[in-house]
């Protein structure tokens, strides 16, 4: 009799370990690894980064390092439409820091937040104030958006890849 009790109590301990794996193996982050000027897709959103080069703001915003734009050119793959934001992107520095995007009016093309209908791409820009150093690998990170249900992030090397 209690044979049987230790057989039921190891299968269910057994059991809850197995579906635990599962769900982490379910959620567990898939990193896609790109660079710059190759698509890269990330849930429903297909994206192309380009390095558009540093500047020092303007009048009513000005970094404290380096403004450091990148180019996005986003792709809605899906069948509905989608959101995207600056929120998404974070700028890696050499140190493996994150810094997240810098949300100014610089031109007409400056992301903030986009609707993305299907099969219809978009070009946008977005900064990061960084101290940057030409010599140095920077990367981008492109997170997907909360309704996007996706677990993929995608890492793209920006700079000497």
Same mark, same amino acid.
């Not at 299968?11 to 579906?19: D, E, N, P, R």
């Not at 980064?49 to 180019?71: A, L, R, S, W, Y």
């Given at each position: 009799?209690?044979?049987?009790?230790? !057989? =039921?109590?190891? &299968?269910?301990? +057994?059991? *809850?370990?197995?579906?635990?794996?599962?769900?982490?193996?379910?959620?567990?982050?898939?990193? =896609? $690894?790109?660079? !710059?000027?190759?698509? !890269?897709?990330?849930?429903?959103?297909?994206?192309? =980064?380009? #390095?558009?080069?540093?500047?020092?703001? /303007?009048?009513?915003? @000005?970094?404290?390092? @380096? #403004?450091?734009?990148? &180019?996005?050119?986003?792709?809605?793959?899906?069948?509905?439409?989608? +959101?995207?934001?600056? &929120?998404?992107?974070?700028? +890696?520095?050499?140190?493996?820091?994150?810094?997240?995007?810098?949300?100014? $009016?610089? *031109?007409?093309?400056?992301?903030?937040?986009?609707?993305? /209908?299907?099969?219809?791409?978009?070009?946008? @820009?977005?900064?990061?104030? +960084?101290? #940057?150093?030409?010599?140095?690998?920077?990367?981008? =990170?492109?997170?997907?958006?909360?309704?996007? *249900?996706?677990? /993929?992030?995608?890492?793209?090397?920006?700079?000497?890849?």
């Amino acid at each position: 009799m209690g044979g049987i009790g230790i !057989v =039921i109590v190891i &299968g269910a301990i +057994v059991a *809850s370990m197995g579906f635990a794996m599962f769900m982490y193996i379910q959620y567990e982050t898939n990193f =896609i $690894e790109s660079s !710059v000027g190759n698509p !890269v897709v990330v849930g429903p959103v297909e994206y192309v =980064i380009t #390095f558009e080069g540093t500047h020092n703001g /303007d009048k009513e915003n @000005t970094p404290e390092n @380096t #403004f450091v734009m990148i &180019g996005i050119t986003a792709k809605n793959i899906s069948d509905e439409k989608t +959101v995207i934001s600056g &929120g998404q992107f974070y700028f +890696v520095d050499d140190r493996d820091q994150k810094h997240e995007a810098f949300f100014g $009016e610089f *031109s007409a093309n400056d992301l903030f937040l986009e609707g993305l /209908d299907p099969n219809k791409p978009i070009q946008r @820009t977005t900064q990061f104030d +960084v101290p #940057f150093d030409e010599e140095k690998q920077y990367k981008i =990170i492109i997170r997907p958006q909360k309704d996007q *249900s996706t677990v /993929d992030t995608a890492v793209v090397c920006l700079t000497n890849c």
